[in-house]
């Protein structure tokens, strides 16, 4: 087991067959964990078919959406399906707004009006994704996959 020498506060478990091994705090104070290689694999096995399920649900999942999108109001379906479609065709982290006030990037879940803009029939969206760089993503007013 190696654990990361910036880590504080560090905790070795007693027993070598423990889920958790370790855990200690990183520089900005939060605290991680190394998990057992055994309890890893485990858990990855497992997300790998709870993703096998989902991935046969994305095509009912993307015509609800486009559905939603749609519609003539924006309400709060529509809303969510946009977030949904943003998510499905960008892969944009979902983000949170401490992360945002620490690092000056946006999310999904911090994305405003000022991130939005059309030009004829296309919507963009630009936002800060690292403080390097901006990330531009170009859609169709029309929802549906061409």
């Not at 749609?70 to 982290?93: N, V």
């Not at 939005?116 to 800060?128: A, E, H, M, N, R």
Request: net charge positive; with cysteine; aromatic share 12%.
């Amino acid at each position: 087991m190696v654990i990361p020498p910036m880590w504080q506060d560090v905790k070795i478990s007693a027993c070598n067959q423990s889920k958790i091994q370790a855990f200690g705090y990183d520089q900005r104070q939060r605290k991680q964990y190394i998990y057992h290689e055994q309890w890893e694999l485990q858990r990855q096995a497992e997300k790998f078919a709870r993703l096998k399920a989902f991935a046969r649900q994305l095509p009912t999942i993307r015509k609800h959406y486009v559905e939603a999108l749609e519609r003539p109001d924006w309400d709060i379906t529509k809303s969510c399906a946009l977030a949904l479609m943003l998510l499905d065709r960008t892969g944009m982290r979902i983000g949170n707004k401490t992360y945002q006030q620490e690092n000056g990037t946006t999310g999904l879940t911090t994305l405003r009006r000022k991130h939005l803009d059309s030009q004829g029939k296309i919507w963009f969206f630009t936002l800060p994704v690292n403080m390097a760089r901006n990330a531009m993503w170009k859609f169709p007013i029309r929802w549906r996959h061409s």
